[in-house]
């Protein structure tokens, strides 16, 4: 019985084996014939090392490997004396072979619903695709990274913010897709891009997509537990492919850090493909514990031979030209998982040449092969497959003429499955090297680089125009005349001999055909052999130059830190009963207010003599728009209170350092005014040199913004077409969503309870958790709201701009709304046409909490002389119209029992200025947050100095690397977008 079984299994075995194809080829096509190839030095994995070893195919599988191993009788032998052998490498971020995505049409009108019936309610969301249904082998698209060393790719479909799974394919331009395909579903992937394939508003911003990925994946798991009560293609998808690689194109270090907070949210570790600059931030990146699959697509220094085109490049990007190849070696001493891929780049072809100028940056040979096979093997989950030269895995495998990244190794063969792909013949001899020949007595100097494709040929000093051919051995090199009025050519005609020399037939103009000899002159650079190992000690390694926190021009070398500080004599604004005190000092310890009064004394306190200048709290920026990444709003929804200005904190956005030195020690970062409901907002300090989250304040109160009149109601558009579109309709968003806020209370503890972030949002507003912010201007939608809040059970805490507050002055005060407003803007649109000076006094007397906001970042750095037309406008006292500034905003954000005055206990959020801080001479000489100083006049004066030395510096290597022959790209100007309340990325 057991012989019969075997018998059996056996036939079976031969059937599936059997070739049922015609084949037309020759015998070096064929994957199935056994083969070995012996006498080369091969590289299983980064660091193990086979000398003299064989490797033997057989259907496209490793059959063995190692030194001394016995070959099989029938095997086809093939000679790698001499020679390397590597993995073949892994892209595990392509979308090679994928059929481009299909756009939209174009439209003039906004799409605000989706297009598609049966899935999600998003069009960009768009799980249910897959790699395969797009796939189409473009043999010569695949050879461009065949010739790079690659021999598999996981690919997809590049489209979407849920892009659905990948593939994985075999790079095997003798196959068929049948031999292609190892994979059909390969990687779940996403990314923070809009589908080209819909034209759907929503989301307009990035802190709309991350909210949009996070709704999506509590959706998935609410639809997952058969809560639907209708069929979503797109959430059962996602569900289908959880167990997959689960893979997000971020981009930089900044969108590491946000989807991998993002993927925290929703359970789900996510590989994260960006990270190109994660150098700045190496430790916190690392803290993530995600896997990276990291571009290396570092930037070409600049052009700056033109001084007047020099300042186009800020330093940042200077410093980016320096440091960005250093950040593989930063990630490797690091710890931290990385694959590399050639996402990005030009071409495949640059790979090599990028990689070079990390090793420059002391990335080893080991960790660069590693990021290309076996780190990419592990973290696709396909090391059982492919990454090393093992028994059993697939025969993915490079021949190359040396050891592979010296300089002039060159990549013979790329085996992909076992099928054998020239790149270039390697029984081609490598000629690069200078040579000597004499022709009728005149010497002749030719120097050969590029592996035969470049050649140099002068007599004496004169360069002659020359060009090489150089095809299975032969050379054919065409000069011109050292007389630069003969027209004649001279041409050699030859090959490389045993002895490495150069013998031919030169043709000359006038028709002798001489034989010539051309000598190869030795070198000390190099040893004999073919590996070509350099007898020059190893290169000193590059330096990344200075790091600065953040890494920007006015950046600290080291991150500011907390001190002990006794300002002493100072004329002191405490905004507390005790008023304005002459000649007080104030001791700073521990972060916080320590102590108030005369000739104090403490032990290792730094002195501040503040004789003659004035202390007082920091200023706080109720309404401001500055360190926002891309988009400031999210447009695409009437209300949006599922997305975060949290998420998208710049902490490296210079106006952090400008309102510095502005006296700005707090800022309420808002939501623009493009819905009614939009996003929420983030409170953070002004702590120069931390991160995003070190910013926002710890226990931060609640807020959102709301907005009415003519922005959201889209009067000034050309297509305005969402709802609302009128006034009317403004007060019945707010009607519909609060009941809708209201029902889903209701339907909390139901068994189809589906969790939704914007409306437990909404929910938090009615109940009191969250406080709201409202963009307005009109007397009669300023009252609308007010009611609607009162209907609900709640109040409105803020109503910003409000500059016709002072006619419902009163009406704010019995509802206890505070009034956040500009000095003396009027008539810049239609709906402040009536607008005066005056609006702020005229509240502040009616007993409502004024202040006073920037809403823009040049006002944001000179907000004390706001605060000073209080007293030209409506006799405000100074001490007021300083508190317009300090305290009231504090009252406004609910952070007044922490700063805003100085109190001892109270955060050490200080301003020292030189006079009387509503002067229009005013200027802060020290600011200081948490006891830390963040801005110091005479620091500053000393950035700018090395500002000016690092620049000079920076500018001088990259002439040089221009003079060298590096490649170059022209300045071109960068300017961050100023955000404003109606500013929107479509």
């Known amino acids: 019985m057991k012989r019969l079984l075997s018998l059996m299994l056996l036939a079976c075995f031969s059937?599936?084996?059997?070739?049922?194809?015609?084949?037309?080829?020759?015998?070096?096509?064929?994957?199935?014939?056994?083969?070995?190839?012996?006498?080369?030095?091969?590289?299983?994995?980064?660091?193990?090392?086979?000398?003299?070893?064989?490797?033997?195919?057989?259907?496209?599988?490793?059959?063995?490997?190692?030194?001394?191993?016995?070959?099989?009788?029938?095997?086809?032998?093939?000679?790698?004396?001499?020679?390397?052998?590597?993995?073949?490498?892994?892209?595990?971020?392509?979308?090679?072979?994928?059929?481009?995505?299909?756009?939209?049409?174009?439209?003039?009108?906004?799409?605000?619903?989706?297009?598609?019936?049966?899935?999600?309610?998003?069009?960009?969301?768009?799980?249910?695709?897959?790699?395969?249904?797009?796939?189409?082998?473009?043999?010569?698209?695949?050879?461009?990274?065949?010739?790079?060393?690659?021999?598999?790719?996981?690919?997809?479909?590049?489209?979407?913010?849920?892009?659905?799974?990948?593939?994985?394919?075999?790079?095997?331009?003798?196959?068929?897709?049948?031999?292609?395909?190892?994979?059909?579903?390969?990687?779940?992937?996403?990314?923070?891009?809009?589908?080209?394939?819909?034209?759907?508003?929503?989301?307009?911003?990035?802190?709309?997509?991350?909210?949009?990925?996070?709704?999506?994946?509590?959706?998935?798991?609410?639809?997952?537990?058969?809560?639907?009560?209708?069929?979503?293609?797109?959430?059962?998808?996602?569900?289908?492919?959880?167990?997959?690689?689960?893979?997000?194109?971020?981009?930089?270090?900044?969108?590491?850090?946000?989807?991998?907070?993002?993927?925290?949210?929703?359970?789900?570790?996510?590989?994260?493909?960006?990270?190109?600059?994660?150098?700045?931030?190496?430790?916190?990146?690392?803290?993530?514990?995600?896997?990276?699959?990291?571009?290396i697509n570092f930037p070409d220094a600049y052009d700056v031979s033109n001084p007047n085109l020099e300042w186009f490049v800020n330093l940042s990007d200077m410093r980016e030209w320096k440091q960005a190849p250093g950040n593989l070696m930063m990630l490797s001493e690091a710890g931290i998982t990385y694959a590399i891929t050639t996402k990005d780049l030009k071409s495949p072809a640059d790979l090599m040449k990028k990689l070079k100028i990390a090793m420059e940056y002391g990335l080893t040979e080991d960790q660069a092969l590693a990021a290309l096979t076996t780190t990419p093997a592990s973290i696709l989950k396909i090391n059982d497959m492919v990454g090393t030269l093992e028994k059993g895995k697939l025969a993915n495998f490079i021949i190359t003429s040396g050891k592979l990244f010296e300089d002039d190794t060159q990549i013979y063969e790329n085996w992909v499955k076992g099928s054998k792909q020239v790149i270039k013949n390697r029984n081609t001899k490598n000629i690069d090297g200078s040579y000597v020949a004499t022709l009728n007595g005149v010497k002749y100097n030719i120097s050969i680089k590029g592996n035969g494709k470049k050649s140099t040929v002068k007599i004496d000093s004169t360069t002659l125009g020359s060009k090489i051919t150089y095809d299975d051995n032969w050379i054919n090199i065409v000069t011109t005349q050292k007389d630069k009025e003969d027209t004649s050519y001279t041409r050699l005609l030859g090959v490389i001999s045993d002895d490495n020399n150069f013998h031919g037939i030169a043709y000359l103009p006038n028709g002798q055909e001489p034989a010539f000899v051309a000598v190869k002159e030795s070198t000390d650079s190099k040893t004999d052999g073919k590996d070509g190992n350099k007898k020059d000690d190893a290169k000193e390694v590059k330096k990344m130059g200075r790091m600065t926190f953040p890494n920007v021009g006015y950046g600290s070398e080291v991150k500011p830190t907390e001190e002990t500080v006794l300002y002493r004599n100072a004329t002191v604004w405490t905004n507390e009963k005790d008023g304005i005190l002459d000649n007080t000092d104030v001791l700073v310890k521990d972060g916080k207010i320590s102590k108030i009064g005369k000739n104090l004394s403490t032990s290792n306190a730094r002195v501040i003599d503040a004789t003659g200048k004035h202390l007082t709290s920091g200023i706080i920026d109720e309404h401001s728009h500055i360190a926002i990444d891309n988009g400031v709003n999210e447009a695409g929804h009437n209300s949006t209170a599922e997305v975060t200005i949290e998420d998208v904190v710049d902490h490296e956005d210079v106006n952090i350092y400008r309102d510095l030195a502005g006296g700005v020690t707090t800022s309420q970062l808002l939501h623009g005014s493009a819905n009614p409901i939009g996003g929420r907002s983030a409170i953070i300090k002004l702590k120069w040199g931390y991160k995003a989250d070190e910013m926002i304040y710890s226990d931060s109160p609640k807020f959102i913004k709301f907005a009415l009149g003519e922005n959201v109601k889209q009067s000034r558009y050309q297509n305005g077409v969402r709802f609302p579109q009128s006034r009317m309709g403004v007060e019945q968003v707010f009607e519909d969503y609060f009941s809708r806020a209201r029902a889903y209370a209701d339907a909390k503890g139901n068994k189809y309870f589906r969790y939704d972030e914007e409306m437990e949002v909404l929910l938090e507003i009615l109940e009191s958790e969250r406080f709201v912010s409202c963009h307005s201007y009109v007397q009669s939608e300023i009252n609308m709201l007010m009611k609607v809040a009162e209907k609900h059970g709640f109040r409105i805490n803020t109503f910003t701009h409000i500059l016709e507050g002072y006619k419902v002055a009163d009406k704010m005060a019995e509802h206890g709304v505070g009034g956040s407003t500009f000095s003396d803007w009027w008539a810049y649109k239609y709906e402040v046409n009536d607008a005066i000076p005056y609006n702020g006094a005229i509240m502040h007397s009616q007993g409502v909490v004024v202040a006073f906001n920037s809403d823009d970042a040049e006002m944001s750095r000179r907000l004390n002389q706001e605060a000073a037309k209080a007293v030209k406008y409506g006799g405000v006292s100074e001490e007021d119209a300083w508190k317009f500034v300090t305290l009231n905003p504090a009252k406004l954000l609910h952070i007044d029992d922490r700063t805003g005055s100085i109190k001892k206990g109270k955060d050490a959020d200080l301003v020292l200025w030189n006079v009387n801080p509503l002067s229009v001479t005013a200027r802060p000489e020290i600011t200081m947050i948490d006891g830390i100083v963040f801005f110091d006049k005479e620091r500053d004066l000393r950035f700018r100095e090395s500002i000016k030395a690092e620049r000079q510096q920076l500018v001088n290597e990259m002439i040089m690397a221009k003079n060298k022959g590096m490649k170059t790209q022209t300045p071109k100007k960068k300017d961050k977008t100023l955000y404003e309340c109606d500013t929107i990325h479509w």
């Open 15 to 295: 059937m599936q084996a059997q070739e049922y194809f015609p084949n037309n080829d020759d015998i070096s096509a064929v994957s199935n014939v056994t083969r070995a190839i012996t006498n080369a030095t091969i590289i299983t994995s980064p660091g193990k090392m086979i000398s003299n070893g064989t490797i033997i195919i057989k259907n496209g599988n490793i059959e063995a490997i190692g030194s001394g191993i016995s070959i099989p009788k029938n095997a086809v032998i093939e000679d790698a004396a001499g020679n390397y052998i590597y993995p073949s490498f892994i892209e595990s971020y392509g979308d090679i072979a994928m059929k481009s995505p299909k756009r939209a049409a174009g439209s003039r009108t906004a799409q605000y619903d989706e297009g598609r019936k049966g899935y999600y309610w998003n069009d960009h969301i768009r799980a249910e695709q897959s790699a395969m249904d797009h796939f189409e082998y473009d043999s010569k698209e695949a050879k461009k990274y065949v010739n790079a060393g690659f021999g598999t790719v996981q690919t997809h479909f590049a489209d979407g913010i849920a892009r659905g799974n990948g593939m994985l394919i075999a790079l095997d331009n003798t196959g068929t897709d049948a031999d292609r395909i190892l994979k059909q579903e390969s990687g779940n992937f996403f990314s923070l891009s809009k589908s080209r394939q819909s034209r759907q508003s929503y989301p307009t911003s990035l802190m709309g997509a991350l909210a949009l990925l996070r709704q999506t994946h509590f959706d998935a798991d609410w639809y997952a537990a058969g809560n639907s009560q209708t069929k979503d293609l797109s959430l059962e998808a996602l569900n289908a492919k959880k167990n997959l690689v689960q893979i997000i194109e971020a981009g930089d270090k900044k969108n590491v850090l946000r989807v991998d907070k993002l993927g925290d949210r929703v359970g789900k570790q996510f590989v994260i493909v960006g990270g190109e600059d994660a150098y700045e931030m190496i430790a916190d990146v690392k803290a993530t514990n995600a896997a990276l699959i990291v571009p």
